[in-house]
């Protein structure tokens, strides 16, 4: 598990193998600018997921936890 919490900002550029999860804390961000179907937890009201679209490598991972002010971005 990797944790984005207290306004952290985590960007991971490489395609990620296996079976984990990223929790986004309050104020925090995650951005995946490549292929992962690492599940997406946000643990509060105020996190950002934003997801890459570098040729056309996808996300398959599961999202739980969204709401409030939480923010989800795709890029394309």
Known sequence: MIDA?????????GAIAGTGQFEIGAGSE?????ATG???????????LQIGN???QNYTGTIRG???????????
């Open 54 to 56: 570098p040729g056309g």
């Open 5 to 13: 919490t207290s306004g952290a900002t985590i960007t991971v550029t």
């Open 66 to 76: 969204f709401g409030g002010r939480d923010i989800l971005h795709h890029c394309h």
């Open 38 to 48: 690492e599940a997406v937890i946000f643990t509060s009201t105020t996190g950002k």
């Open 30 to 34: 995650v951005e995946f600018g490549s």
